[in-house]
Nanobody, 121 residues
């Protein structure tokens, strides 16, 4: 019913920047909290940043001051501007959204397939 597709991942040197984007499409009535998570091999998936429909934001301490999350409610998209990237930012980044469908009641967390971000020193 709903697809979340990430784009913008890639390889960059330390100190560089990348912008990730995620577009949700399908039978969407509304999106509530949207966010980005990341996961490295052998580690638990961790929160990077979230943003509410009213654009209140929450960031992991490790990315505060470097990353900025934003969203377009009309387009059901969420983006993550990543500046001053560090090698420890290397991970698969996943887009997530709490979605209210047009076809059934309730709110469901929907995940994208992930996009690789690699930062070299």
């Amino acid at each position: 019913q709903v697809q979340l597709v990430e784009s913008g991942g890639g390889s960059v040197q330390a100190g560089g920047s990348l912008r990730l984007s995620c577009a949700a499409s399908g039978s969407i009535f509304s999106t509530n909290v949207m966010g980005w998570y990341r996961q490295s091999p052998g580690k638990q998936r961790e929160l990077v940043a979230t943003i509410t429909r009213g654009r209140s934001t929450n960031y992991a301490d490790s990315v505060k001051g470097r990353f900025t999350i934003s969203r377009d409610n009309a387009k059901n998209t969420v983006s993550l501007q990543m500046n001053d990237l560090k090698p420890e930012d290397t991970a698969v980044y996943y887009c997530a959204a709490d979605v209210v469908f047009t076809t059934r009641p309730g709110t469901y967390t929907t995940w994208g397939q992930g996009t690789q971000v690699s930062v070299s020193s």
